[in-house]
T-cell receptor, first 116, second 114 residues
Framework: GAGVSQSPRYKVTKRGQDVALRCDPISGHVSLYWYRQALGQGPEFLTY????????KSGLPNDRFSAERPEGSISTLTIQRTEQRDSAMYRC??????????????FGPGTRLTVL | AQSVTQLGSHVSVSEGALVLLRCNYSSSVPPYLFWYVQYPNQGLQLLLKYTSAATLVKGINGFEAEFKKSETSFHLTKPSAHMSDAAEYFC????????????FGTGTKLQVIP
């Protein structure tokens, strides 16, 4: 596609439910990143993939959070047993190269998650 | 670990006035620095980046930023604000050496007053 897309754009769920957030990166982009952005804050790194390999998951806050990119394209961020503190904007980005420090990241519009 | 500090969460300027958004970085090794802009209901978009070439970097929409090592700063400027510049701006830092995480600042919302 022309840009990074994310779905759903808005998700409201009840505490304790599992949610799956989807990211479709720019075609051909090697690297894919997930960020979480709280109100009034900048994006906070969660995890990163090169192709299908998860290279860095050090930003995932706890074991309720997981991500996969099984075919090196679309990625899913899953949050199990959601809690109210998980409410945030979840952003996905992709870049053409291998996560180098100079890479430009192309961001999707985000998924606004609200946990009631 | 590297970090950035953006001074001023909200900045207001009159249309046609100078835009100055401040960013200071902290890094133990030479940094790469970025400015991203976020318009409402859209993703972040790269404005410009410094990757150790020229210290004065020109970006899209008339913005530029100057890397000043002595001041550990990378302030974003535009000579004349336009209404369409109203958005949130994020400074970010990474470092060299293969894969590196990008660390973002907390953002500055720019309001342009007609």
């Amino acid at each position: 596609g022309a840009g990074v897309s994310q779905s759903p754009r808005y998700k409201v769920t009840k505490r304790g439910q599992d949610v799956a957030l989807r990211c479709d990166p720019i075609s051909g982009h090697v690297s894919l990143y997930w960020y979480r952005q709280a109100l009034g804050q900048g994006p906070e790194f969660l995890t990163y993939f090169n192709y299908e390999a998860q290279q860095d998951k050090s930003g995932l806050p706890n074991d309720r959070f997981s991500a996969e990119r099984p075919e090196g394209s679309i990625s899913t961020l899953t949050i199990q047993r959601t809690e109210q503190r998980d409410s945030a904007m979840y952003r996905c980005a992709s870049s053409p190269a291998g996560g180098l420090g100079t890479d430009t990241q192309y961001f999707g519009p985000g998924t606004r998650l609200t946990v009631l | 670990a590297q970090s950035v500090t953006q001074l001023g969460s909200h900045v207001s300027v009159s249309e046609g006035a100078l835009v100055l958004l401040r960013c200071n970085y902290s890094s133990s090794v030479p940094p790469y620095l970025f400015w991203y802009v976020q318009y409402p209901n859209q993703g972040l978009q790269l404005l410009l980046k410094y990757t150790s070439a020229a210290t004065l970097v020109k970006g899209i929409n008339g913005f530029e930023a100057e890397f000043k090592k002595s001041e550990t700063s990378f302030h974003l400027t535009k000579p004349s604000a336009h209404m369409s510049d109203a958005a949130e701006y994020f400074c970010a830092v990474s470092v060299s050496g293969g894969y590196q995480k990008v660390t973002f600042g907390t953002g500055t919302k720019l309001q342009v007053i007609p």
